[in-house]
């Protein structure tokens, strides 16, 4: 469920009824027959509607970024398809997005904040993707995560050569978890052998985007295996410092990237230990740090948030929630993958991904940004932190593999890592 178009985060100077601004959608190419459509949603959740788009009309939605007219945009459709855009039927269509929350503007602002609201005043936050992604009884899902450490996929039955040291954090996908959960375990089984703290530290891809680099949230998260609890001391030290990283609390409403890692986390600790999760969303990418304004947000909040774990005096685990490279035409790319583009990503991504088993977290930033990040490499943020938050003496990729999203194999790589 990665994040595939991105479009500026803020409302547009502009007069947004003359420049209108797209939300940050997703999107992903269907077939009906011979005909090729585009299907649009909100990965925020604010808005619970699908809009199903012909070629020529996501033409149009391409160019909804706030910096172009809608003279602009009929002159430009008449330059592509050759004949003119009747006004009316771009009227339609704006109100239609409007009507659907899919544009800035104040309808959608006065959404985000009766949701900002609603989920503040919420006692916990509650599963989003339980019934959906994962089964919503406690027994079944249990059974469901038991079963992905025996599947074949799954990991080996020999104990681990780590068993019984310190365990200082982890990588696991966030893609769905009846095609990856085997490889959720392989990371999971590490955990459940070694030495395990009591604080967890999670840190997954915000994939609808942030206005920051991080957003965090103090809000208890509930499961189907019960009730998950923040830990407020770390959380309350990190508001009173860095209240901006609380900015985008909303984003965690409807993430999985961290939902996802819950299940696992409860049931590899064990239903009578008790602990508690430090949960953060990250949105930066290796080329925003170049940017020094960027940089220095990240690296305040990395800091910031190091001491309010050292001072705890406790030992903590980074468990992070993260895809790699997103490849096809559901990502930009004008073609579907061929087995050896594919098997050039898995290269690429096994060769970057030996920067993090050194836990070099600026060699790994410089490679994405050498190749100017043509992979798309989604969880770059959330392992960056990992490696800068632990001091670990190994690290190791467990198990590698990808999930073909889309009619076209559009396909999303991740990996299992442990560190100790």
Same mark, same amino acid.
């Given at each position: 469920m990665p994040l595939i178009m991105e479009s500026t985060p803020t409302i547009a100077a502009k007069d947004p009824a003359q420049y209108p601004l797209l939300r940050n959608l997703q999107f992903s190419p269907i077939k009906e027959g011979e005909e090729q459509y585009i299907v649009l949603w909100d990965p925020t959740g604010l808005s619970k509607e699908r809009l199903v788009l012909p070629l020529n009309y996501f033409f149009i939605v391409q160019h909804l970024d706030g910096e172009h007219s809608v003279q602009d945009i009929g002159a430009?459709?008449? /330059? @592509?398809?050759?004949?003119?855009?009747?006004?009316?039927?771009?009227?339609?269509l704006l109100a239609d997005l409007d009507t659907k929350l899919f544009l800035e503007g104040t309808r959608t602002e006065q959404a985000k904040q009766q949701a900002l609201t609603a989920y503040r005043q919420a006692p916990a936050r509650l599963p989003q993707f339980a019934g959906r992604s994962y089964e919503a009884d406690a027994a079944k899902l249990r059974a469901q995560i038991n079963g992905f450490f025996i599947s074949k996929e799954g990991p080996e039955v020999k104990k681990s050569e780590h068993a019984g040291k310190l365990i200082k954090g982890l990588v696991a996908p966030t893609y769905e978890l009846k095609h990856a959960g085997p490889i959720y375990a392989w990371a999971y089984k590490e955990?459940?052998?070694?030495?395990?703290?009591?604080l967890y530290v999670l840190i997954g891809t915000a994939y609808s985007g942030l206005e920051h680099p991080v957003a965090m949230t103090d809000k208890d998260f509930e499961t189907p295996l019960g $009730?998950?609890?923040?830990?407020?001391?770390?959380?309350?030290? $990190?508001?009173?410092?860095?209240?901006?990283?609380?900015?985008?609390?909303l984003a965690h409403h409807n993430e999985h990237a961290l939902e996802f890692q819950l299940p696992f986390?409860?049931?590899? $600790?064990? /239903?009578?230990?008790?602990?508690?999760?430090?949960p953060i969303l990250t949105s930066f990418s290796a080329d925003s740090l170049r940017?020094?304004?960027?940089?220095?947000?990240?690296?305040?909040?990395?800091?910031?948030l190091k001491d309010a774990l050292v001072a705890t005096g406790r030992n903590y685990c980074v468990v992070v929630g993260a895809e790699l490279a997103h490849i096809g035409m559901r990502y930009g790319d004008s073609?579907?993958?061929?087995?050896?583009?594919?098997?050039?990503?898995?290269?690429?991504?096994?060769?970057?991904? /030996?920067? =993090?088993?050194?836990?070099?977290?600026?060699e790994f930033a410089k490679f994405i940004q050498k190749e100017n990040d043509? @992979?798309?490499?989604?969880?770059?943020?959330?392992?960056?932190?990992?490696? @800068? $938050?632990?001091?670990?003496?190994?690290?190791? =990729?467990?198990?590698?593999?990808?999930?073909?999203?889309?009619?076209?194999?559009?396909?999303?790589?991740?990996?299992?890592?442990?560190?100790?």
């Open positions: 430009l459709y008449l /330059k @592509r398809f050759g004949e003119f855009l009747m006004p009316n039927k771009v009227e339609q955990l459940q052998e070694a030495q395990q703290p009591d $009730l998950v609890n923040v830990d407020r001391t770390v959380t309350d030290r $990190l508001r009173e410092h860095i209240p901006s990283a609380f900015t985008d609390e986390l409860q049931e590899s $600790l064990g /239903k009578d230990r008790p602990f508690t999760i430090v940017d020094p304004q960027i940089r220095e947000q990240v690296e305040t909040f990395l800091q910031a073609a579907p993958p061929t087995d050896f583009s594919f098997h050039r990503c898995m290269q690429i991504d096994l060769e970057m991904l /030996k920067h =993090v088993e050194n836990r070099d977290p600026e043509q @992979r798309r490499i989604s969880g770059f943020s959330p392992i960056y932190s990992l490696l @800068r $938050l632990i001091q670990a003496e190994t690290g190791q =990729v467990l198990r590698y593999d990808r999930g073909i999203t889309d009619q076209y194999n559009s396909t999303v790589t991740y990996a299992s890592m442990v560190f100790f």
